[in-house]
């Protein structure tokens, strides 16, 4: 029996205790709902991930897809009888309207149940997840004919679809995409150009794949600013929903990688010439929404996607970290260092202050990204479901500044974890015969995708903080002191915490100020990574304290676990954020004045 | 033109420049050899690592060694023909003496000459490596007729070598080996056991293999006291040199590795009667030195190894640096954030911020963790030729305190730049078309391998800076003072560097008395990790120093690039060290204190 890849005590907990998801149901858009439904789909999802998803997890690591003889891409078969399952489930379109056949689950009920599908096998729950974001933005800015001619089939699971931003010359530089769409005489596009890096790019799960393509019309603006967005499917769909001709979309190559290797990722061309039934030029691609707005649209995805890969990393995370709590509770290696006795019997690893140390550090990583992951949920659940307009714009704001800490701080620190978990296991965890090492490779990945590290860096410090005036970091330090407030009032080490807390929020407040005092971007941001990792480190420990707050005086292992992670974030962890502030605060030069040359 | 794996210049700084290797030439034991015969062993190392090693190194990744149908261990050609030529060059027997058909060379030099095949290929360059280390406990320890019968052979690379502590019950901890070595009439002894992690432990690549084994002679002392060491070769050799009989070691399985693949890594059954052509019962073994001292001996072996554990680690992070300087040099990608023009072209990646600081940090970590392995190597040096007794002595100290820095600093600090040369090429970092994902994997060995980063932290802070009243950390102390007092004379940024060097070395000793104040190694130890990695920084630190002022103040990029890369050490990097220092400072006992059901 393996260890679990997820622990259900703290779903409920940071979702029922903590959230207080089901108060949501009081809300007219979440009114079918309850805790029971809720825990029907955290139920069925632990079920399905565990015994369609979890099963061929190290098979699809191990027989990674591959182009068989016909030019089509091969997946082990498990991989279509899981998605089939989860599809069947309903799980593809549980967040969405009941217009479009959704159930209108709470975003953050739906992120729990998702994440067990993540921790089970990253490699095969991504397909689904793109799927869901793109029949999220048709949805949002489609025409009613592009609603109804690809959301339906997108959530029944019969289309999968695709993001297609980057292209070779073009990963983190937008602006420097050069697909061409063509406008048709029948209001169509034609597009030409190639694409790099797209998961679920090809392959023959589905019967069709949605490909949602950003391009370039010709006479449009220059950089981000002449972006639009297109519908390409791989095959076109009639007006009665059935497939047509082979559109325009050639495989190109796949991408081999160092894990998640269950995803195809591939480089795609449109419009080579490869499927010209009529001789046409170019593959038939729809316009979504207005011309030149398309990177808005993408965006919609793309915070989704971002929210989505914390959620993966964290995931993984939780794995591996229950796998070396069960390999450190049973196996049995040295002694006490107390006990001098080498006849005496070997004790368990978990008795070692180290490997407790390697545990802990876990602990206060997967299970401070998950609540902030589930946080940030919850705040796409307020920004749909609010009543008043005020608080649904409040949620937004603060979603907004939390995206690129919610998408790069488990990214960094749930890597963190499954190395550690890798550490607990000594040289078997460096073997493909447990699955830590897989965790890691997979997780890695996570650093990169849906916008670097970097990216997100300056994201935050160049956009986030800065924007409407600093609302966005005004709204997180005001929420924020009043978690302080709460937890003054506890008394104790609770009390203890919240006055850390509240020194660092005030060191994030002058360091923005400081960097942006001389209003010189590129001075500002030299050290915008650092800026990120500080500021990530300063919410988690935030959310650390809710956790606190909502586990009260409650008794019993699962509540000291909560405190001990507390207190090893707080003791060992947030002060690590006391120079990386100083060093901002100095206007460090030296990543802008090194000469290219001496490296 | 892949980019080199080493910079030469670099070497070349360090060890004539910095290190003065050449002086050693004035030693009676190393009076044959001169800057010509160094420079000689660096080229020739140089040229056999790129045309033999490098090219196989992916290769060999994607064919990792299997057992075949008649049961002999399959590896790819490549291996053995570049192994050949490694043994042909007389590099297995470089660093011994003249008598035993060595050239003397020192170890700085012969460890600087290694780093080029460890940075071209992990897995190959292990096999020789595994080899020296052997080859040098029997000729330290052996009786004339085991020096006679296995060095020669070994030192020709007709023999390759193993060390066999582990077992599957016991990996950190030796003392709960159960080989058992049962004495013959004839001295001889015959093994029954199984060890587990046998690197080189099986192989067609030599005629014979040379395992050292750890095991216990009945009736002797329990735990690590009652640990001896034998020479158990895989075919019996007779007198005058020629193969006999197989001997009764047996292969049960290789374990297949996250990375560092090309090296087979073994179980093995000693004893089991899978080879007994005569009936006897176990494996022939031949006890090395007295019995019941196995485990001093064999550390001779270890502490070199884990010196060697940090020069793998640091190749590797230096291999995956210079790769992403070559990238980050050629690939284009976005614009300076004052330039807002689509149109203008895009830049190569080193002119951003951000990609400067991972390239800039990967310089501080790789390029410190090899200046501190080579200065660990002059150390041994330095024990084996220095003229009076009391300098041998005072090095023998010093690289006994360093060892564990050595071996774990390089570990951690080298695979995190390799993760970001894997950031900085983005996608395509992430992807087996570039090596800097290999490098990652194969690294993230080195903190499990040769004593875990929890054991070296056990061994720094519960053994090393305790041992001889602590008369190691005063001469570390005494060391880096000397290096502050020359740095303070320098003035300028290098005197800031040596004040904040000053007070890091100060916490250093002030720390290391708190935590023993109490005399309670369990409270003492619950965070020895942390004081391993605060001590490490510090040691860098200093080795920076050490550098600049070996640079004085000569121009150019090279020497600017020093310049920059303490300066980043200093700033970004020393600072870290301060909430460790406050963590250990405060008895935390977070780690002691949570319960094993908390988790």
């Not at 709590?325 to 040295?334: I, M, N």
């Amino acid at each position: 029996m393996p260890a679990p890849v997820l622990s259900r005590r703290d779903l409920d907990f940071l979702l029922y205790d903590w959230l207080d998801v089901v108060s949501l149901t009081d809300r007219p858009y979440f009114a079918e709902h309850s805790r029971e439904t809720f825990d029907g789909i955290l139920d069925l999802s632990a079920d399905l991930a565990t015994k369609h998803f979890a099963t061929h997890n190290k098979k699809a690591d191990a027989n990674e897809p591959r182009i068989g003889e016909d030019g089509r891409v091969e997946i082990i078969p498990e991989v279509r009888e899981a998605l089939d399952q989860f599809a069947k489930a309903g799980l593809i379109s549980a967040s969405f309207d009941e217009s479009l056949g959704g159930m209108q689950l709470p975003v953050s009920v739906l992120r729990a149940a998702m994440a067990w599908f993540q921790a089970a096998n990253a490699g095969t729950s991504s397909y689904p997840f793109l799927t869901v974001g793109n029949a999220n933005v048709i949805a949002t800015h489609g025409t009613e004919e592009q609603v109804s001619t690809f959301v339906p089939s997108l959530l029944e699971g019969r289309f999968f679809g695709t993001m297609c931003l980057s292209e070779p010359q073009a990963g983190s530089s937008l602006a420097d995409i050069t697909t061409k769409a063509i406008p048709q005489d029948d209001g169509t596009y034609r597009l030409t150009g190639t694409k790099m890096w797209i998961s679920g790019g090809d392959h023959e799960l589905t019967e069709n794949i949605v490909h949602l393509v950003l391009a370039k019309i010709p006479g449009g603006p220059a950089g981000v600013k002449g972006i639009s967005l297109f519908i390409v499917p791989k095959f076109l769909v009639d007006a009665d929903g059935t497939l047509g001709e082979r559109n325009d979309v050639a495989l190109v190559g796949l991408n081999h990688k160092m894990g998640n290797r269950g995803t195809t990722n591939t480089l795609l061309n449109f419009g080579d010439g490869s499927f010209t039934p009529d001789g046409r030029e170019g593959a038939v691609g729809y316009l979504l929404g207005e011309a030149n707005k398309g990177l808005s649209y993408m965006f919609l995805l793309m915070n989704e996607a971002r929210i989505g890969v914390g959620f993966l990393a964290t995931s993984l995370g939780y794995a591996g970290y229950l796998q070396s709590v069960e390999y450190a509770r049973t196996r049995t290696q040295g002694r006490p260092l107390a006990d001098k006795d080498p006849s005496s019997p070997q004790v368990p690893l978990v008795e070692h202050a180290d490997v407790r140390r390697m545990l802990l550090a876990q602990k206060a990583y997967v299970e401070g990204a998950l609540a902030l992951g589930l946080y940030c949920s919850k705040l796409v659940d307020e920004e749909r479901s609010a009543a008043d307009a005020d608080a649904r714009d409040r949620a937004g704001l603060l979603l907004d500044v939390l995206t690129p800490i919610a998408k790069s701080w488990p990214s960094q620190w749930c890597l963190e974890a499954n190395s550690l978990a890798i550490q607990v296991h000594g040289g078997y965890g460096y073997t493909r015969e447990f699955d830590v090492e897989q965790f890691y490779r997979d997780n890695r990945l996570n650093q990169i995708h849906e916008g670097t590290h970097g990216i997100q860096g300056l994201d935050l410090l160049g956009r986030k903080v800065i924007m409407r005036g600093g609302a966005g970091l005004a709204l997180l330090g005001e929420t924020i002191a009043a978690t302080v407030a709460q937890a003054r009032a506890a008394g104790g080490d609770i009390a203890e915490y919240a006055q850390q807390l509240e020194a660092a929020v005030v060191r994030v407040g002058t360091t923005t100020a400081t960097l942006w005092a001389g209003r010189d971007p590129e001075l500002a941001l030299a050290n915008s990574s650092v800026y990120l990792e500080a500021v990530g480190h300063v919410v988690v420990a935030w959310i650390w304290l809710e956790q606190l707050l909502a586990a009260g005086d409650r008794e019993g292992a699962f509540f000291d676990g909560k405190r001990a992670a507390a207190q090893f974030f707080y003791r060992f962890e947030l002060p690590k954020t006391g120079p990386q502030f100083d060093l901002l605060d100095s206007l460090d030069r030296t990543t802008l004045d090194i000469s290219p040359d001496a490296f």
